[in-house]
Every structure is written in structure tokens, then in C-alpha cells.
């Protein structure tokens, strides 16, 4: 068996944030109409605000950790871009600044200014943030009688991490 040497190990990493992403676009392109403002309980966050805020931490890190990578910030956390369209947009863009942190912290050896002992786990905070919200979103959606069938979103969420290219 050939050793993988540590490039291969970072485009795994990279690769991983991407599929990440491209579960989140997909969950989102995935509510059903009408749903975007469901609740697992009265209080609760929406399935609107969550996506909005795992855009709006992405560029607040991103500004707190390497200055030099910033974009302009949404103005609220929690409340903003109802347009399915430039929500993905957005998830896409700061998906980008993420990458583009760690690749560049990594390649000039620069650590992180704020938060995290090493700019993968960066990454593997974003990771486990997002995937909390996940469950959080099909769990808002089961809760108003919604629920998504694992047949039918399994192939744009799970299957996107477990597909070999």
C-alpha cells in the first residue's frame, strides 16, 4: 500500500469542506416551499435563520481570524436573504473565504489570529456547526409534519460525503 503523502491529506480536508457545503446548498434547495420559517419549538430558531447564521459565523470568523480574507457582513445574524437562489450564493461565497483561510494560513505557516490552535480546525469546527444545524433543520421540518424521507435526500446529503469521485 503507498503512503499518502500530506498534500493529499489536505485536498481531503478541502474536499471534505466542499462536500459540506455542497450538503448544506442541497438541504437548503431541499425544504419544501412555505417551510423556510418552520421551528422544532415555539422560540426556536427558524430553518431561515439558521442558514442565515451559518453564513453570517463563517464571515465573522473569517474577519476575527484572518482580516485579510474578510467580506462584508451580512447585518444581522439571524434574519436576512429569503431568496433561496442568493442564500446558496452566499453559502457558496463564504464557503470560498473558508477555504481560502485555511489554504493560505496553511501555505505561509501564519497561525489563526483569534480562535483555533491549527487552520484545520477551522474547518472541522464549521463542519460540526453546520451538521448541528442539519439535524436541526430536518428535525424543524418532521416537527411541522415535513419530515424528509432518507430515500429521497440521502443522495444530496449523505451520499455526498460517501461518493468516491
Not at 439571524?78 to 442564500?87: I, K, S, T, V
Not at 493560505?104 to 456547526?129: E, K
Request: glycine share 6%.
Amino acid at each position: 500500500m503507498e503512503k499518502q503523502s500530506s498534500p493529499d491529506l489536505l485536498e481531503a480536508l478541502l474536499d471534505s469542506w466542499d462536500r459540506n457545503n455542497t450538503i448544506l446548498v442541497n438541504l437548503l434547495r431541499a425544504v419544501p416551499e412555505g417551510m423556510l420559517d418552520a421551528r422544532v419549538v415555539p422560540g426556536s430558531k427558524s430553518i431561515l435563520e439558521m442558514m442565515v447564521h451559518m453564513h453570517y459565523c463563517r464571515l465573522v470568523f473569517v474577519a476575527e481570524d484572518a482580516p485579510e480574507f474578510a467580506r462584508p457582513m451580512p447585518r444581522e445574524e439571524w434574519d436576512g436573504e429569503r431568496n433561496r437562489d442568493r442564500l446558496a450564493e452566499m453559502l457558496n461565497e463564504s464557503a470560498v473565504a473558508i477555504r481560502e483561510v485555511v489554504t493560505q494560513r496553511l501555505a505561509s505557516g501564519q497561525p489563526m489570529d483569534t480562535h483555533y490552535d491549527h487552520p484545520i480546525l477551522m474547518l472541522q469546527h464549521f463542519i460540526w456547526h453546520e451538521g448541528y444545524h442539519h439535524g436541526q433543520i430536518k428535525l424543524a421540518l418532521k416537527v411541522a409534519g415535513q419530515g424528509m424521507d432518507d430515500e429521497e435526500i440521502g443522495p444530496v446529503t449523505w451520499d455526498v460525503w460517501m461518493d468516491k469521485n
